[in-house]
Every structure is written in structure tokens, then in C-alpha cells.
């Protein structure tokens, strides 16, 4: 197959009973083969949601339109049994918090040979157990053999996320989605995880969707990144186009509010204002209650133009010009 | 010469769980110049906080000091005399702002709660003080009559802010008060910290895992390793020349832009000494 | 607060969540208040003296001058149901005050003070929860002789555990909670932060467990008078109408032993329905 491993085009989600403004506001999104994927925002801004859309996994009483293609399969109007074989067999999640995600009765061998013991055919439990014993080497785990008989709480949260790793490596995945993976994780260790993940991204060719709110991860990360903010992918650019040159005003806000450890000034330039609440719904621009740029004639009234080149695309009515150096932005001077 | 700000003394503690012990904290020093800050950055799992609590007083320590202006702190204050003065020097601001503030009181009387214990003005001079409390950390009257689960984690964390400052301490400890923060509010929390340290002269003691963010605050930085401060000082100097292999390796951890990390999967792992508990 | 899901309960029914719909709830809410105006206006709603008996009229079946009928010795049984109601509603509330004041009191020490204290309250707690309500009251009676003072003393005291073990649980969340942390920070003082800070945060939790526990003290007690331990004739009492009517079951006239077994039902499960539902409510607020 020759298109993307995830296509999602204009994917809107409505949430009538919890949220005023749709949580995804159509939502363009691509990861092919081999590429990894960045998605990075601020909390609420639809990160996650928009991962399980990519499962098929969204809450009972969401309202979906637009397109969600998987290895092509449109996830969204397949038939459940395809859609299963789909998250058997090509697509895998890994998650934040790693101990949320297993059961702490159950030793870690019997949690990554699950879905063999289900078949309940000898053969493929002993094909289960071969393969978790190398995919725990492959996650650079010291003794699989030993790790295979212990129990969540015996590993540390790094050493239990390359677990998780392992486990979503099982059914040799053609997609990967990372759900901030090294979020509860020490600087040190979180190095560790995303060194590891990109070796398997390499190794196997993996396409992999990263989604984080650290955009320097991201950017040490991602070959391409999607900045979502409220529900809407308002930028979209390689990775370090993205960080040299942010046109989407709200970008470059993001850039400039994250602290660095190398460069120069005392003081960030903050954001202002918080973040649009599921119960908010302006017309026109969502970021227009926080924007330095904003054209209230026009960004509060219509809904922004999406200005693409190709190569990167940036959602605003008066995006930043294509030449603003970094160093710029990140600190204010201080007179 | 006159004592130093906040003067903290071999400060330990060690933790005895079904048999095992814990030394959380091995012997932490550190010195607050007047108007100075200090930040505390390490893994998780290496004391910073049971530092931070010892700081005020939640916790014990097995052995040493806390002196502010001279004055040694006692560890478990008995009274109301010695509560209040115990208070008055050394206030916190803690990671969680959901959890930190009392989800029954409205964010308002949580502040005047403070300001009442410690000073004797009227209702009205009391409701003034609320207000320009609040006003500082950039609030106003109309959230002052909210519940907390009725404002943002950036709002709650400027009213924990402020209810720390209504007692008028000595020194502020934040036990990674902007960790839970969306990156933009964050940025806006840190910079109403420098104003504030401006403005009022309150000492900081800024605990953080994130190296980064520390910089922005704090003259002066420790880095702490299973419960020791392995490298200590300037945090420009700290940032360029790291000089302990630890911070180095903090320092490489950090990720940055359009370069893949050069920590290795398998050889770090196995070098890490103590694996994060709890985490 | 997720220790309301260790809510203990006395062994018994716990209503299935499909049961608790708007409608329901408005039901048990109607019952309640039915239950507390029967209470509180029985001399005005009774169209009968409840202890006058006329023996020309015994176990009349319903009709329009006794709607529910009358009694072996010809009471009518609307009127002793209604005056029922009152020392229905006595007893059960004397327990539940009684166990949830000094619940809380044992709970609030447990659970704040820690260490040896608390190891030792909650070693005799364990202890008084083996001992069953009625048992322990059945005791007292055959101690203190029937009526309703000895089984409500001791049934105080049956129920205190639950309510101490529920309240325990919910101070040590709570005292490990940065909120708690931060008043000591601030200079106030231990016990200003336990009573004034923590119970005001806790007591909606436990007064839901308290309308839960209104319920089985009323059962518990209609089963003493049913047992002829408790409320002793002439006095109108629920338990003691089912236990009276024993006879006329078996001369086949039902009604005066099933109207007040109904009640007693009615009132228990609206009771338990309110008390859950509350306490559901409390769950998801604090979620
Ligand atoms: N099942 C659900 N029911 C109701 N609201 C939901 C549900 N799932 C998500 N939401 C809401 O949709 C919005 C987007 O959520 P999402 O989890 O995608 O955010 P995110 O970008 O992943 O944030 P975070 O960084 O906090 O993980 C949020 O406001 C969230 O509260
Ligand atoms: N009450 C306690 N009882 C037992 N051990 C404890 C207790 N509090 C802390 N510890 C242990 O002390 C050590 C230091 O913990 P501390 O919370 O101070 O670390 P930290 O640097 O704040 O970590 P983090 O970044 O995760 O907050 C840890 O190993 C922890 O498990
Ligand atoms: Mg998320
Ligand atoms: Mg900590």
C-alpha cells in the first residue's frame, strides 16, 4: 500500500452533552510509513481524542463526521470485526501513565501473551512467549526472563513503560500512537524512553503518531508537527521549520512561553489568558481572546483561512511573516 | 554581619517502612541571602519535597537546622504563638493545585481565613486586604466568590499564591508549583513569582524537576541526587559547566529541538542507581 | 471522596443502581415526606382513636368508615398506622444521632490522632462489628427489661462501629490531603483544622451514610417489636401491629398484618434509596 498508514480528513466530534464547541473542529492529519508525527497542546486541546478517533475509540455518545482511515480501512464506518483485526494487528497505543494501564495482579508475561492465551492453542502461546522474550530485549529490559514472571509494582515507571512498549510491539505494528508517553517520567529516564522509540521507529519502519505539550520534545523527536489548539490543528510544519520560523501566532506564543535552558533573559513571554473551555464557542477565530495579533473585524467575526505552501500549513487571517528568528520571540528585551 | 534570609543546616531524614529505611534526605545545607532565591532540582524520588516539608514543618527532621534570620525554627511548633510565628517565616506552595485548596471554602474566605489568623483588622480593612491580595496575583472580586473546582488550574495555583502571601512570610518554598501547568499559564505563573519576589522581597525556594524553568527564577541552584546535593551554584554556571556527571546527565536528558538524545536506551538504565519508586 | 466507596454497610441490602431513577427517587422522596407528615400530624389525619377498641367491629375488611380495616380487637388500623409512624420515627432517630455522634467522635480521633491510638480504637471497633445489632439488643432487653430504651441504647452502640470505621476512613484521606498540609502551614491549629475544616468536608458522606442507617435501625427495631422485645401494647408501633395480627393471618384477614409490613418496607427501602443516591451524588461532586 502506497498512501498513508493514518489518514484523518476534516474529522469533526461533537460532545452535545459536555462540551458547547466541538472537541475536534476538523482535523487534517497524515502519517505514512517510516514518518513520526508530531501533535502537541495545551491540555484539553484534543491531543488524545484525537488518537482513539485513529482506534475507532470514541465516547458512546460523540457525534463523528469526516474521514478516519487506517492502513486503509475507514475506522469510522468499517465493520467492528475489521476494525479489531485492525487494532490486533496493525495499529498500537501506548499510553501516558504505565500503571494505569495494567493490571497489577497479573505478572508481566501474562499480560503481553493476552491475546495468544484467548486462542487457547498451545502453539501460539509458545509463539507468544518467544516473541515477548525478544521484544523485552528489544526494549533494552536487563532480564526478560525474569521480567516475564514479575509483577507490575516490582519494575520501576520507566522500566515498566518499555514493558508497555514491548506489549504494544506484539502484533508487529504497522502504526504506533504514543499518547505523551514520557509525560510522568524523569528527564532522565523520559531520554531513555524516546531514544528507545525512535530505534524502533527506525528499525521497523514503523509510522508513529507522538503526541506531547512539550514542544521541544517534539521537535527532538518528530520529522513533522501538528499544533492543535481547542479541538483545530492550527499549524502544521517540519519540525524544525516549526521551531525556527512559527507562523501561527499561538505557535509562536507556545515557543515563546516555554522556559529554555540555554539562551539569554529573565523573563517569558507569557500567553495571555487561559486556555478555550469545552463550554466557550466564539465565532470566528478560537485563539482571537488570547492573540497579540488579533484584527478584531476580522478574526473575531470569520473563521480563519487555512494558508498552505506545500510543505507546512498555518490556520490564521494574519499569520506571523516567514522571517522571524527564534531568539526573537523567546525573550523580551529587557530596556 | 546579619544572619542570612533562610539558613538551612544538615538537614535528614530518614524513612522506616516494614523493615527497610529510607534516607530521604542525607544532609542538605543551603543559605538564602536577603531577597534571594534558591532552586532545588533531581529525580524524582530524590527528597526534594521531604526537604520542602521539613522546611515547614510538616515533617520532622531526624537531625538539623532551620534558621531564619537567625532564628531557629522548632520542628513541631505547640501553641498558637509559636504556630503563628513558625507560619509567619517559611510558607508553601504545593504541586497540585486541585488538591491544595479546600474544595468547600470559596477561594475568597480562603484567603481572608489566612489573613484573619494572622492580623487583627476589621471586616472591612480584611476585605481590602483580600482584594489586593488577589489583585496581585492577578485576580479579582469576581473569582474571589468562586470554589475552587470552579476556576483553572493556573487560577487556583495564583490563589494558593496569594493565601501563601497573606500570612507575609519570610520565605516561599514552591514544591513544583508550575509542574501541572499548561506551558503558557506556567510562563505566567513564573513571571508573577519574579514581580512578586520583586515587589515584596519574599525569598524563594523553587523546587523543580525541570532544569529549564529553574533558570528563570533562581539565582542559585542544588542539585539533588537520593537525598544529597551533589552539585551546588550559580545556575548560569551550573547550566554551562555542569560540573558533577549527574548534572551532566540532567543536562543532556533535556530535550532540545532537532536533535535526537544521545542517552542510550539499555546502558542508562542499567546505570541508574536508584529506580524512581512510586513512579 | 473515594472512601465513599468503602462505605460499610450493615450486611444487607444494597439496592441495585437500575433501581435509582428520577422516578424512583421521587417516589422515595414522596414516602419520606408522607412518612414524616404522618409523623408529625397524626392526631389531625387519624380519623380514630388508635388505642380505642370495639369489639362489635374486629378484622373488618376495608370499607369506607376503616379504609384499611380494623384490628383483632377492632382498632382501626389507619390510625395506629399513622400514629405508628411517630414511634417508628423515634426510635430509628435516636439510634442513628446517638451512633453518629459517637462515631464520629471515635472516628475523628482514629483517624487524626494515628498511631497507637488508633490502632487500639480500631482493634475494639472490629471488635463491637462482630457483635449483630439485634443480637446485642436482644441482650439488653433480656438485661434491661423490654420496651424501647434498652434496644435503642444498644442498638446505639452496635451502630457506632460503622459509622466510626466509615468517618476514620474519610479523616485519614483527608489528613493526607495537601489542603489539610496547607492550614497546619498556615498556623492553624490541629484541632480547629479537624473540626472546622475536615468534618465540614466529610459530613455530607457521612450524613448519607446516616440516612442509610435511619432505614435498618427501623427495621431492626420493627423486628424487636415483632418479637415482642420492643414497643409494648397498647402503644400503636409498626413491629408490634405485624406481631398482633399474627392471629388474624391465620383466620385468613391479612390486612391488618400487611399494611404495616408494607410500611416498614416502603419506608426502608425510600430511605436506603435517598441515603445512596445522596452518597452517589457526594461521589461524583468530589470526583
Ligand atoms: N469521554 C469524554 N467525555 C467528555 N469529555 C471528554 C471525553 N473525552 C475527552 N473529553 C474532553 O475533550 C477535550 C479534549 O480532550 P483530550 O483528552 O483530547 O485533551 P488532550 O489534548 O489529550 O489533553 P491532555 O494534555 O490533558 O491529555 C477535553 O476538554 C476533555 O475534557
Ligand atoms: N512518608 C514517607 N514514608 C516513607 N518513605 C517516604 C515518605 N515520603 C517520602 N519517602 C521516600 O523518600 C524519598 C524521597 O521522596 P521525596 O518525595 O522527597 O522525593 P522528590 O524529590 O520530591 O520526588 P518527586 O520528584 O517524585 O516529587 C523517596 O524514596 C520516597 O519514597
Ligand atoms: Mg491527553
Ligand atoms: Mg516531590
Same mark, same amino acid.
Given at each position: 500500500m #502506497? ?57 458512546? $455518545? ?9 492502513d ?9 470485526? =475489521? ?16 500503571r ?44 526478560p526472563?525474569r ?31 504514543? =499518547?505523551?508517553?514520557t509525560t510522568?517520567l =524523569? ?23 507522538f503526541?506531547?505539550? =512539550?514542544?521541544?520534545?517534539?521537535a #527532538? ?36 512561553? $516555554? ?17 478555550? #473551555?469545552?463550554?466557550?464557542d ?8 488570547r492573540?497579540d495579533?488579533?484584527?478584531d ?27 522571524t ?5 523567546r ?5 | 554581619?546579619?544572619?542570612?534570609? &533562610?539558613?538551612v543546616?544538615?538537614l ?5 517502612? @516494614?523493615?527497610?529505611?529510607v ?9 538564602l ?13 530524590s ?42 517565616a517559611?510558607?508553601?506552595?504545593f ?34 486586604? *483580600? ?7 492577578? &485576580? ?5 466568590? &468562586?470554589?475552587?473546582?470552579?476556576l483553572?488550574?493556573g487560577?487556583?495555583?495564583? *490563589? ?21 501547568l499548561?506551558v503558557? *499559564? ?16 519574599v ?6 524537576h ?14 539533588m ?16 559547566e555542569?560540573? @558533577?556527571?549527574?548534572?551532566r546527565?540532567? &543536562? ?28 | ?28 422522596g414522596?414516602?419520606?415526606v ?34 384499611l380495616g380494623?384490628? /383483632? ?21 435516636l ?26 480504637l480500631?482493634?475494639?471497633?472490629? !471488635? ?18 423490654k ?18 470505621? /466509615?468517618v ?17 502551614? /498556615? ?6 483544622v ?14 448519607? /451514610?446516616?440516612?442509610?442507617l ?26 408490634a ?10 383466620l ?20 436506603n434509596?435517598l ?6 451524588? !457526594? ?5
Open positions: #502506497s498512501g498513508p498508514l493514518l489518514e484523518m480528513s476534516d474529522v469533526w466530534l461533537r460532545l452535545p452533552e459536555v462540551a458547547r464547541r466541538p472537541v475536534l473542529a476538523g482535523v487534517d492529519l497524515q502519517v505514512g510509513a517510516g514518518e513520526i508525527v508530531g501533535l502537541v497542546g495545551e491540555s484539553g486541546s484534543g491531543k488524545s481524542v484525537t488518537a482513539r478517533a485513529a482506534l475507532g475509540l470514541l465516547p458512546p $455518545t460523540a457525534e463523528v463526521e469526516g474521514r478516519v482511515t487506517v486503509g480501512v475507514d475506522v469510522l464506518s468499517a465493520p467492528a470485526a =475489521d476494525v479489531r483485526r485492525l487494532r490486533a494487528e496493525s495499529v498500537a497505543m501506548v499510553f501516558q501513565d504505565p494505569a494501564g495494567i493490571n497489577p495482579m497479573r505478572r508481566i508475561g501474562d499480560h503481553l501473551t493476552e491475546s495468544a492465551r484467548l486462542t487457547g492453542r498451545r502453539r501460539d502461546l509458545d509463539a507468544a512467549r518467544a516473541r515477548a522474550l525478544e521484544l523485552l530485549d528489544a526494549v533494552g529490559l536487563p532480564d526472563r521480567h516475564l514472571r514479575q509483577y507490575p509494582h516490582e519494575l520501576s515507571g520507566g522500566m515498566l513503560q518499555r514493558v508497555m512498549i514491548a506489549g504494544a510491539l506484539m502484533g508487529s505494528p504497522r502504526l504506533l500512537l504514543c =499518547d505523551e508517553p510522568a =524523569d528527564v532522565t529516564t523520559q531520554a531513555e524512553i524516546v531514544a528507545l522509540l525512535g530505534r524502533l521507529q527506525r528499525e521497523r519502519g514503523m509510522g508513529m503518531l503526541i506531547t505539550h =512539550d514542544l521541544d520534545l517534539a #527532538s523527536v518528530c520529522d513533522r508537527i501538528h499544533v492543535m489548539y481547542a479541538g483545530r490543528v492550527v499549524e502544521q510544519a517540519p519540525a524544525l521549520g516549526l521551531f525556527e520560523q512559527p507562523r501561527h501566532p499561538y505557535t509562536a506564543g507556545l515557543l515563546a512561553s $516555554t522556559p529554555a535552558i540555554d539562551g539569554g533573559g529573565t523573563r517569558l513571554r507569557a500567553i495571555p489568558g487561559v486556555p478555550l #473551555s469545552l463550554l466557550e466564539p465565532s470566528g477565530c478560537v485563539f482571537a481572546a492573540c495579533r488579533v484584527l473585524e476580522v478574526c473575531r467575526v470569520l473563521a480563519p483561512p487555512v494558508v498552505a505552501d506545500g510543505v507546512r500549513s498555518v490556520r490564521c487571517a494574519r499569520p506571523l511573516e516567514a522571517r528568528p527564534r531568539h526573537a520571540l525573550t523580551e528585551c529587557v530596556s | 554581619m546579619s544572619a542570612p534570609l &533562610l539558613e543546616q544538615h535528614r531524614k530518614t524513612y522506616r517502612t @516494614h523493615g527497610s529505611t534516607t530521604a534526605v542525607a544532609g542538605v545545607d543551603l543559605t541571602p536577603e531577597g534571594g532565591s534558591v532552586g532545588i532540582v533531581g529525580e524524582s524520588g527528597g526534594k519535597s521531604t526537604t520542602a516539608r521539613m522546611l515547614v514543618g510538616l515533617e520532622a527532621p531526624d537531625a538539623g537546622r532551620v534558621l531564619v534570620h537567625g532564628q531557629e525554627q522548632v520542628a513541631q511548633p505547640r501553641g498558637r504563638r509559636e504556630r503563628l510565628a513558625r507560619a509567619r517559611l510558607q508553601i506552595v504541586q497540585d493545585p486541585y488538591l491544595s485548596l479546600d474544595p468547600r471554602v470559596p477561594v475568597g474566605a480562603a484567603v481572608d481565613q489566612a489573613v484573619r489568623l494572622h492580623t487583627r483588622l476589621t471586616r472591612s480593612e480584611r476585605r481590602s486586604r *483580600v482584594l489586593e491580595l488577589l489583585t496581585q496575583v492577578g &485576580l479579582g472580586e469576581r473569582e474571589a466568590a &468562586l470554589l475552587p473546582r470552579r483553572s488550574g487560577q487556583r495555583q495564583r *490563589v494558593a499564591i496569594a493565601r501563601a502571601l497573606a500570612v507575609e512570610p519570610d520565605v516561599l518554598v514552591l514544591d513544583e508549583a508550575v509542574s501541572a499548561d503558557s *499559564v506556567q510562563a505566567q505563573v513564573l513571571n508573577l513569582l519574579a514581580d512578586i519576589r520583586e515587589q515584596t522581597g525569598g524563594l525556594v523553587f523546587i523543580s525541570d532544569l529549564a524553568v529553574v533558570r528563570y527564577l533562581c539565582a542559585e541552584t542544588l542539585v541526587r537520593a537525598g544529597e546535593v551533589v552539585e551546588r551554584g550559580a545556575t548560569d554556571r551550573l547550566l554551562r555542569p560540573e @558533577h556527571p549527574y548534572t546527565l540532567l &543536562l543532556s536528558a533535556v530535550p532540545r529541538p532537532g536533535r535526537r538524545s544521545e542517552v542510550d536506551g539499555g546502558t542508562a538504565l542499567s546505570g541508574r542507581g536508584v529506580p524512581a519508586p512510586g513512579r | 471522596m473515594s472512601a465513599l466507596g468503602a462505605v460499610v454497610r450493615p450486611g444487607r441490602l444494597s439496592l441495585p443502581r437500575s433501581l435509582r431513577s428520577d422516578a424512583v427517587l421521587l417516589a422515595a414522596v414516602v419520606l408522607a412518612f414524616v407528615a404522618a409523623c408529625l400530624f397524626a392526631p389531625w389525619l387519624a380519623p380514630y382513636d388508635p388505642d380505642a377498641t370495639d369489639l362489635g367491629n374486629v378484622l373488618a375488611p376495608s370499607s369506607p368508615e376503616h379504609w380494623t384490628d /383483632q380487637v377492632g382498632r382501626d388500623t389507619l390510625s395506629r398506622l399513622l400514629y405508628g409512624a411517630r414511634t417508628s420515627l423515634v426510635g430509628p432517630l439510634v442513628v444521632v446517638t451512633s453518629t455522634v459517637l462515631g464520629v467522635l471515635v472516628g475523628m480521633v482514629a483517624g487524626w490522632r494515628g498511631g497507637w491510638l488508633d490502632a487500639t480500631s482493634r475494639v471497633l472490629d !471488635i463491637a462489628f462482630a457483635f449483630p445489632a439485634l443480637l446485642l439488643a436482644i441482650l439488653a432487653v433480656s438485661l434491661f427489661g420496651g424501647l430504651a434498652a434496644p435503642v441504647m444498644a442498638m446505639s452502640i452496635a451502630y457506632t462501629p460503622f459509622v466510626a470505621r /466509615q476514620r476512613g474519610l479523616v485519614r484521606s483527608a489528613r493526607s490531603r495537601p489542603y489539610v498540609s496547607a492550614y497546619a502551614v /498556615q498556623g492553624f491549629g490541629p484541632v480547629d479537624a473540626l472546622r475544616r475536615v468534618l465540614p468536608n466529610i459530613a455530607p458522606v457521612v450524613l448519607a /451514610q446516616a440516612t442509610v435511619f432505614g435498618y435501625a427501623l427495621l431492626d427495631l420493627a423486628a424487636l417489636s415483632f418479637l415482642g422485645l420492643g414497643v409494648q401494647p397498647p402503644t400503636s408501633d409498626w413491629g401491629m405485624i406481631n398482633e395480627s399474627r392471629g388474624a393471618v391465620l385468613g384477614q391479612p390486612l391488618t398484618a400487611v399494611v404495616p409490613s408494607v410500611a416498614v418496607i416502603v419506608t426502608v427501602v425510600a430511605f434509596l441515603g445512596e443516591e445522596l452518597g452517589d451524588r !457526594i461521589a461524583r461532586r468530589d470526583a
